[in-house]
């Protein structure tokens, strides 16, 4: 595909994903026990901009509904999907691995491990920002160990990294567990609620610190896409080239931490959205990794947004826990993946 075809075709997926999102939003703040047609929310939008308009509702309970509950938890289903995504991107390009995710791979796990430590003992020492520090801490931790491992002879082992990743996971459902034995009733709620993920009680309060986070940490990803394509090329050619590889790695460990613990800290843990989207992304427009970082946070959040109305609505009267969602769809793909990339690369090799 050559570069004017390849502009086109990113353009036109991003044409046609943002329109989905507009649309996702659109319904997902409409539809609930308290049905709000669509244009009541856009006109709610457009005054909150500063633009009257006649659409906008007259009722204070459908206004109330729409900037208390509905538009928090839609905005936090885009930016949770979106920094899973770019996350996920960023995972793939320094591993050199398609099979590379933060939840395949143990960092989700083990940032709720850190937010939930900080539930069970109490943790206050920064405020409202405790439980987000903790997430982060316990996502590096868990990233770092998985790089150690299956990282060897100046290569990552694609079997390697799979394991690494399910003792992670193993290791964090235990210390999950132990947390719940030794906390309180309280405490063992909010773990289960880490566990199943959900973004239900969604507050703006939280959405303004993932949006923080999230704009800085996908910044930091598109300020380093060109070194992620040089890495494509192999340590020793990015390296010639003036990439310092290892330096680029620990960074980009210590981001993905960043992006995927701010995440799992007010929502729980949401695995394979990482893994499908960018995958995705790049069968779609190709590895360049400005386009496919930039085009993974928008269908991250088209995703999320998606499943969390699914989640609001499949069952009646009841709040489907979105991770649940997500791991049905994952599931199968990840599947997938294993077995064309087997079929493609001729092993794990």
Same mark, same amino acid.
């Given at each position: 595909?050559?570069?004017?075809?390849?502009?086109?075709?990113? *353009?036109? *997926?991003?044409?046609?994903?943002?329109?989905?999102?507009?649309?996702?939003?659109?319904?997902?703040?409409?539809?609930?026990?308290?049905?709000?047609?669509?244009?009541?929310? %856009?006109?709610?939008?457009?005054?909150?901009?500063?633009?009257?308009?006649?659409?906008?509702?007259?009722?204070?309970?459908?206004?109330?509904?729409?900037?208390?509950?509905?538009? /928090?938890?839609?905005?936090?289903?885009?930016?949770?999907?979106?920094?899973? $995504?770019?996350?996920?991107?960023?995972?793939?390009?320094?591993?050199?691995?398609?099979?590379?995710?933060?939840?395949?791979?143990?960092?989700?796990?083990?940032?709720?491990?850190?937010?939930?430590?900080?539930?069970?003992?109490?943790?206050?020492?920064?405020? /409202?920002?405790?439980?987000?520090?903790?997430?982060?801490?316990?996502?590096?931790? $868990?990233?770092?160990? %998985?790089?150690?491992?299956?990282?060897? =002879?100046?290569?990552?082992?694609?079997?390697?990294?799979?394991?690494?990743?399910?003792?992670?996971?193993?290791?964090?459902?235990?210390?999950?567990?132990?947390?719940?034995? %030794?906390?309180?009733?309280?405490?063992?709620?909010?773990?289960?609620?880490?566990?199943?993920?959900?973004?239900?009680?969604?507050?703006?309060?939280?959405? $303004?610190?993932?949006?923080?986070?999230?704009?800085?940490?996908?910044?930091?990803?598109?300020?380093?896409?060109?070194?992620?394509?040089?890495?494509?090329?192999?340590?020793?050619?990015?390296? =010639?080239?003036?990439?310092?590889?290892?330096?680029?790695? %620990?960074?980009?460990?210590?981001?993905?931490?960043?992006?995927?613990?701010?995440?799992?800290?007010?929502?729980?843990?949401?695995?394979?959205?990482?893994?499908?989207?960018? =995958?995705?992304?790049?069968?779609?427009?190709?590895?360049? =990794?400005?386009?496919?970082?930039?085009?993974?946070?928008?269908?991250?959040?088209?995703?999320?947004?998606?499943?969390?109305?699914?989640?609001?609505?499949?069952?009646?009267?009841?709040?489907?826990?979105?991770?649940?969602?997500?791991?049905?769809?994952?599931?199968?793909?990840?599947?997938?993946?294993?077995?064309?990339?087997?079929?493609?690369?001729?092993?794990?090799?």
């Amino acid at each position: 595909m050559s570069g004017r075809a390849a502009g086109r075709r990113a *353009v036109l *997926v991003g044409s046609v994903t943002a329109a989905l999102l507009a649309v996702g939003v659109v319904l997902s703040a409409g539809l609930g026990q308290l049905p709000v047609g669509p244009a009541e929310v %856009v006109g709610s939008l457009l005054r909150a901009i500063g633009m009257p308009s006649s659409w906008a509702p007259t009722e204070p309970l459908i206004e109330q509904t729409l900037w208390q509950i509905r538009f /928090p938890r839609v905005a936090m289903s885009l930016l949770v999907g979106a920094l899973l $995504a770019v996350a996920g991107a960023v995972m793939q390009a320094i591993f050199a691995n398609p099979l590379a995710e933060p939840g395949v791979v143990g960092v989700s796990s083990g940032a709720a491990v850190g937010a939930a430590a900080a539930i069970t003992l109490g943790v206050s020492f920064l405020g /409202p920002w405790s439980i987000a520090v903790c997430a982060f801490a316990g996502g590096l931790v $868990a990233t770092l160990v %998985v790089y150690a491992a299956a990282r060897a =002879h100046g290569r990552t082992e694609s079997i390697t990294l799979i394991l690494t990743g399910i003792a992670v996971n193993a290791f964090a459902g235990a210390a999950l567990a132990l947390l719940m034995f %030794v906390g309180d009733t309280a405490s063992r709620e909010q773990i289960v609620f880490w566990q199943l993920g959900s973004m239900n009680g969604s507050r703006w309060s939280e959405v $303004a610190i993932v949006a923080l986070v999230g704009a800085l940490g996908t910044a930091a990803s598109l300020g380093l896409a060109r070194r992620f394509d040089l890495l494509a090329l192999g340590d020793r050619t990015a390296a =010639h080239l003036g990439v310092r590889v290892e330096a680029l790695r %620990v960074g980009s460990i210590v981001l993905v931490a960043l992006l995927t613990g701010v995440a799992v800290a007010f929502v729980g843990i949401i695995a394979f959205v990482g893994l499908v989207v960018p =995958h995705i992304i790049r069968m779609l427009v190709g590895p360049a =990794h400005r386009g496919l970082i930039a085009l993974s946070a928008l269908g991250g959040g088209v995703v999320l947004v998606y499943a969390d109305l699914l989640a609001r609505t499949i069952v009646v009267s009841a709040d489907l826990p979105i991770g649940i969602l997500t791991s049905l769809v994952g599931g199968p793909f990840f599947f997938w993946l294993i077995r064309r990339t087997r079929r493609t690369a001729g092993g794990w090799s």
